[in-house]
Each structure stands twice: as C-alpha cells, then as structure tokens.
C-alpha cells in the first residue's frame, strides 16, 4: 500500500494505492481556487490506473467550477471504459453529477491554422 496526504488551506486529500486500484479519499471544500490541482487527481486518476475510487465522503461543499470539473472526469471515464467509482457523493449533488451528455465527454480544440473545430 503507497499512502500519501496532501493538505492545503481548504481541501485535502489522501491517496492509496492497492495493486492498480488508486482510493482517493477527498475532504474539505471543493472550491476554484483549487481546479488546477483537482485536474491533475482526476487526470491521474483516470489515466494513470486500472480502477480509481473518489471517496468523497468528507467533501463539505463544491463549487460550480469543480462540480463541473468532476462531472467532466466522470463522464470521460465512462467514455474511456475506466469509469470512476464515485462514494458518498454528498447529498445535494448526487443528482446532477452522474447526467453526462457529449460536450462533458469531449473536449475541442481550435486549430490555429484553419480556424474551424476539430476533436
């Protein structure tokens, strides 16, 4: 088991690892001022391991920014076929954080030479 806490002024979290399966237990706010470091979890956590837990059972509150963030990284999970398992999701999001629909899967780029979208 590989065991690490990361701890900042209004979220924390710690991390397990167990064979390929990566537990990440979330506490705190959820908040914008931490997008950027949540980005990074969820991007570990989708890409660098076969099964990945967000347990979020300390999560005191989320902000539109990482509410969408999470939303996104789930959805793109499920596209990828390595969903994210997502525990104790707090109560007054629970609803909305599961509904995926194609621009939360996907994101688009611009091409600087043509000017048109491409995926």
Known sequence: MISADTMNRKINF?????????????A????????????????RAIHGMDRAVLNMKKVTRIDLTCFKLLRKAYCTSLR?????????????????????????????????DYQESVI
């Open 14 to 26: 710690k991390f397990e690892q167990f064979n390929n399966v990566g537990i990440f237990n979330l």
């Open 28 to 43: 705190g706010e959820l908040t914008s001022e931490h997008e950027d470091e949540l980005k990074l979890l969820l991007m």
């Open 80 to 112: 990828l076929k390595s969903p994210l398992i997502l525990t104790e999701v707090p109560r007054d999001y629970i609803s909305e954080i599961y509904k995926c629909d194609i621009a939360d899967a996907l994101e688009t780029k611009w091409s600087p």
